[in-house]
């Protein structure tokens, strides 16, 4: 039993270490954020900070998994039912809110970190990746309902990407020029190409 | 005429300090490149250095002007017409050809230091910001010209702005998949939303 207690504790302490890590990484950066600062973010020694991470890397492939779940569970009330273009708009309406409440601060919490780390930091990066992985198969699950009902012209794959990649350059986009209109109409624009259900125009044709 | 003969000299030796620290900025991230490496990598003197920039701050102000000239130069003979569904066709290939010759390294020249400035340096970020809208400019030009032909349907501001917005997330997506598919697909949907005369689908609708 104290083991069990001294071992809930443990993963409070470590969740306390990697929460820390992430928003100071969000703030200062990936590289400006050095273990000392996380340390004493978190009120935790420096000797419990290496028990649970043998070093900055270690820390920071966990901040990865821990904003892939919390970018995962922020959207879990949209992204399991993705399959109509009323609920593609929720979706989108719910990103550009909550880009709003941030103040368009801080962009995507694993790109921001991929854009940091990618010619760098190989392992990191395919963290990165992996997490956008997750993100893609759980847009394009909805996708995949919509073109089995005949719903879809068009590669419900290719536009689930499409509209992870247009949901990227929106939230970079929105950090830099501090304003959501980036954000709003790159999905609008996937969305409309969604809902069209007439599909491409054919080569040189208008 | 010596006076001359040395601006020009002068010229070369801050467009070289400028390339050397574009590229090591862009291998090695803008905080970690150091104005030792800029200076080493340029083959000039710590003195020649702050000749030309008072300190990294302005030489990273320096290296985002020149990423964006440099962006800018490699589009010219597209962005100038993209009026017509095959003008963009070809400027989207022109694009997936380049990140294909990186080897999808390094992402998008300005939105990378972007990323990685945002939080941290505001003056940085709106020089971004203003690379950006040059090249949203660029694009609108185009859409713009469509759009009075009748060839549109759609806001041209907004459809020039989601085009760039869907680039910027295919370069950042790209880079860390090392794949040109994010880039690719992203670019499609937008440009196929384009070529839709049709326009968007009314809410609900299908």
Redesign the interface.
């Known amino acids: 039993m104290t083991a069990k207690r001294l071992t809930a504790k443990g993963e409070a302490t470590r969740r306390r270490i990697v929460e820390a890590a992430a928003q100071l990484m969000?703030?200062?950066?990936v590289?400006?954020a050095t273990l000392e600062d996380v340390r004493a973010a978190a009120g935790v020694s420096g000797s419990q900070i290496y028990h649970y991470f043998a070093d900055k890397q270690a820390l920071l492939l966990a901040v990865i998994d821990h904003q892939t779940e919390a970018v995962l569970d922020l959207q879990a009330p949209h992204l399991g039912r993705l399959d109509?273009?009323?609920e593609l708009?929720a979706w989108r309406d719910m990103l550009v809110e909550n880009q709003k409440r941030m103040q368009c601060?801080?962009?995507c919490p694993i790109?921001?970190i991929?854009?940091?780390v990618?010619?760098?930091n190989p392992e990191a990066?395919l963290a990165?990746?992996s997490g956008?992985l997750r993100w893609e198969q759980a847009i394009r699950a909805g996708l995949t309902a919509m073109h089995a009902r005949g719903?879809l012209a068009?590669n419900p794959e290719?536009?689930a990407?499409?509209l992870?990649?247009?949901?990227?350059?929106?939230l970079?986009?929105a950090?830099?020029?501090r304003d959501v209109?980036?954000?709003e109409?790159?999905l609008?624009?996937?969305i409309?190409?969604?809902?069209?259900?007439?599909?491409?125009?054919p080569?040189?044709?208008?």
Not at 192 to 201: F, N
Not at 203 to 206: A, F, H, L, S, Y
């Open positions: 969000y703030e200062q950066g590289t400006d109509t273009i009323g708009r601060r801080g962009g790109g921001s991929g854009s940091q990618a010619e760098t990066r990165v990746a956008y719903d068009g290719d536009l990407l499409a992870l990649t247009a949901l990227q350059g929106g970079l986009m950090q830099i020029h209109r980036p954000l109409v790159a609008d624009a996937v409309d190409r969604i809902g069209s259900a007439r599909g491409p125009v080569e040189g044709g208008q």
